[in-house]
């Protein structure tokens, strides 16, 4: 028998066991069984068995919550989402969802957006629940601009408006953008950022095929930051609303080629482009 196992049978005997006492002796009891699940959950690691590893922090936890430690409960929840994140997923997305609750119920609104961020990211890369990612990603945003950090709110909105876009739900990203726009106007380390928000809710607005609202959203942003009128983000906006009317896909192609030599367009705004060119291309087969 292993180590690990030894530890953990050692650990379920002391769980289960009662002692003279009988209640006043519970406590004692839970806090050393915690202990020695977490022995065996690391002595699991150490075999690599993370799997292992991932149940007996369970474990732990449980034992810690019946001892009201509820601190190091969801500490330990943690420890657990760490021993499954590559191997389960899914099991590392309840334990985490578990300790994010310990910590909003004691207040600690800081670390439960760290790990609702990681959570987010487990939905979005690992899980591929998209839905449950955006509201994830929401409410860290929520958490940490309510505790003064604005700039990983911003970076988490950001998020949820990256995965919106890709979800076509383009008015929710919009909002995020011209959020996080709005935020960032004001403060000499995020401003020159600003521009790219513009751009990314203005082709938003123009794969949501809305060019009314495109053409005034454009002009509002040029307003609320001047600088926006002269850049190369705010000229292709204008020539993608003026390419979309007249339905000319090869004048489109050849602007966004343009704009590209001499700002490398990423993964996401390529992807949203060529929805964009698509639509023009149906606009194209709808008038004839």
Known sequence: MSD???LLQKAEKKASS??????????????????????AANAFRLQKDMVGAGKAFEKAAEMQLKSESKDEAANTY???????????????????????TLFTAKGQFRRAATYKQDLAVLYENDLNDLDRAMDAYDD????????GAESLANKAWLKVAEVAALKEDYIRAIAKYEMVAKNSLT?????????????????CHIANKDIVAAKRSVEEYADADPSFFQTREFGLLQDIISAYEDGDQER????????????????WKTTILLRIKNSISEEEENIL
């Open 4 to 6: 690990a196992q030894a």
């Open 187 to 203: 403060n000499n380390l995020t401003k020159w950022s600003v521009k790219d928000y513009f751009f990314r809710a203005g082709l």
């Open 78 to 100: 943690v420890e657990g989402y760490k021993a499954f994140r590559k191997v389960d997923p899914s099991e590392a997305a309840r334990l985490l969802i578990q300790a994010i």
């Open 18 to 39: 009662s002692g003279f006492f009988g209640m006043l002796s519970s406590s004692t009891r839970y806090e050393e069984a915690g202990d020695l699940y977490v022995e």
């Open 140 to 147: 860290a945003g929520e958490w940490f601009s309510n505790d």
């Open 252 to 267: 489109f192609t050849d602007k966004v080629f343009q704009f590209d030599q001499f700002s490398k367009l990423d993964k």
